[in-house]
């Protein structure tokens, strides 16, 4: 079973998201047979790469709350995160453009590492002091940590065209899914899953959702005998 999540990392939804439903996740009976891909999905596309300003700032501006009520959201978010074993930053965080590290992430993806980066990407941007935004050396040394090779990774934000096609497939597609936030969660085509829920809500999504898989239907002629090898080698017929 397919597992599809589009986030963006300047989303704390996202980095509360990933944590409750990895929990329900690793709980699942059939964790192992469970495939999890990372699709892009950015809130502020329009940002250029070297537009960056304070969280509280952006959320003034963005949402026409004041400083006070920005703040006090953080604080919930640290909240919310700590309940979930993670660290956040409730004070001095910033905000940019994050589709670099949507690209580094399908280039992740394509080597096997794709949420080894992402996680990452979250820590270091929710969690740590230094910046990762406007910083390329800062994003090649996450994507080193994650096994990704450094020269690879430069050449990748060197280009702005490499991987830039996958990220915009991303996004379109997630407009044509009808989601319209993030963190949205699509298991096996069949239901999506909107925001960071409870754990307990992306444990029911996902039995129902492995429940429901259709089963194999065996097409074959029961007149005829049709041959097969297995564990104990190949029947040969004796006519």
């Excluded at 700590?82 to 004070?91: H, I």
């Excluded at 194999?216 to 002629?221: F, M, N, R, S």
Aim: hydrophobic fraction near 40%; charged fraction near 30%; proline fraction near 4%.
């Amino acid at each position: 079973m397919r597992v599809e999540i589009w986030s963006d990392i300047a989303c704390p939804w996202c980095y509360v998201g990933k944590a409750r439903f990895e929990k329900a996740l690793d709980a699942f009976p059939h964790r192992d047979e469970v495939e999890v891909v990372h699709r892009s999905f950015e809130l502020d596309p329009g940002r250029a790469k070297g537009d960056i300003q304070p969280v509280i700032t952006m959320l003034t501006k963005k949402y026409g709350m004041s400083a006070a009520q920005a703040q006090a959201g953080e604080e919930n978010l640290g909240t919310q995160a700590a309940a979930e074993g993670l660290d956040y930053r409730t004070r001095d965080r910033d905000h940019g453009n994050t589709f670099d590290m949507h690209r580094l992430l399908h280039l992740a993806k394509a080597r096997g590492r794709q949420d080894e980066l992402i996680g990452l990407f979250y820590k270091a941007n929710f969690a740590e002091e230094r910046t990762v935004f406007g910083d390329d050396e800062r994003l090649v040394e996450l994507a080193v940590a994650a096994g990704l090779d450094a020269d690879e990774a430069r050449a990748v934000l060197a280009d702005p065209a490499a991987y830039a096609d996958d990220v915009r497939a991303d996004e379109r597609e997630a407009a044509e899914l009808g989601a319209n936030g993030v963190p949205f969660f699509v298991l096996d085509r069949t239901y999506g899953v909107s925001g960071a829920q409870p754990a307990e809500v992306f444990a029911q999504a996902l039995t129902q959702a492995w429940g429901e898989r259709p089963g194999l239907t065996l097409i074959q002629d029961e007149t005829a005998d049709a041959e097969v090898c297995g564990p104990d080698g190949c029947a040969v017929s004796q006519n």
